[in-house]
């Protein structure tokens, strides 16, 4: 159980895919829904929203960054080992319906995230467009399957490497003026989800962002993942990780997920060297 049966560098190779074996996750888990995975009996509980699942080969797919002492960890298991725990499916599946025109807004890692919720939402009837983006064309990930699982997929690069150059909300804009959108959906950095809803109220377009707090137990009873909604506390692991984007205070999350930086950096800094 929870071998690595598949492992890509994609971006650079700062972005790592890992397919692993957990049948039992693969047959019940929903788009929207993630995982926590330990590499190690003494490693760090870290949530991961699938990307994928495949429940005939009995497989989860993840997609992260290395960003700290943990995703390093993750990043030099080979195809073969074995992650110590995997826990599954946790949060609430992504509510799946058909509105008409939606626009599903990835940034970064997000649109790993946002893939199955975008081919779900399509496969339902509703007409897709969707932005992605990247700080270059070097670091944009999953292009392809976007473009399978949208009905028009547009691209952008902070840089102007590849796409529009510039944000994915300006794209975004551009696509809500012309007007009749029912639903956005943003994944992606906490800056970029923040960005994303300021725009959609401006619109009055209902928005759903993931959010990606600090976790630790991932079953509703540490607090770790509290977020204010709508000024009300919520717990990401079981309440959600999708909110109203329009209600989320956004400057405590950037607060919150800050909490354990120094900590952090001097964690990665002594297992790199
Ligand atoms: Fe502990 Fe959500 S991670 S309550």
New binding site residues.
């Given amino acids: 159980m929870f071998k690595i049966v598949r492992r890509e560098e994609m971006a650079e190779g700062t972005v790592i895919l890992n397919e692993i074996e957990a049948p039992l996750i693969a047959k019940k888990a929903k788009p929207g829904q993630f995982i926590i995975l330990k590499a190690n009996e003494e490693g760090e509980r870290i949530?991961l929203t699938m990307a994928e699942t495949n429940p005939e080969k009995g497989t989860v797919t993840i997609i992260y960054m290395v960003v700290g002492k943990s995703t390093a960890l993750f990043r030099d298991m080979k195809v073969g080992d074995v992650f110590q725990d995997v826990i599954g499916p946790l949060g609430k599946a992504t509510h799946i319906e058909k509105v008409g025109k939606v626009i599903c807004v990835g940034g970064g890692t997000g649109v790993a995230v946002l893939h199955p919720i975008t081919r779900a939402l399509k496969e339902i009837g509703n007409d897709v467009t969707c932005i992605i983006g990247a700080r270059n064309k070097s670091l944009l990930i999953l292009e392809e399957q976007m473009k399978a699982a949208s009905n028009d997929l547009r691209i952008c690069t902070d840089d102007g490497s590849y796409g529009h150059h510039g944000f994915v909300t300006e794209v975004m804009k551009e696509v809500l003026q012309q007007g009749d959108v029912k639903l956005v959906v943003g994944i992606g950095p906490v800056p970029m989800m923040k960005a994303v809803s300021n725009i959609t109220k401006e619109f009055n377009v209902p928005t759903m962002v993931s959010l990606n707090p600090i976790?630790?137990?991932?079953?509703?009873?540490?607090?770790?993942?509290?977020v204010s909604v709508g000024g009300e506390t919520k717990?990401?692991?079981?309440d959600g990780p999708e909110f109203d984007g329009h209600l989320v205070d956004y400057d405590e999350l950037i607060m919150r997920l800050r909490a354990y930086q120094e900590e952090e950096k001097k964690c990665h800094s002594d297992y790199c060297t």
């Avoid at 976790?215 to 509290?226: A, E, I, L, P, Q």
């Avoid at 717990?235 to 079981?238: K, M």
């Fill in positions: 949530p976790m630790v137990d991932g079953t509703g009873m540490c607090g770790g993942c509290r717990f990401a692991c079981v």
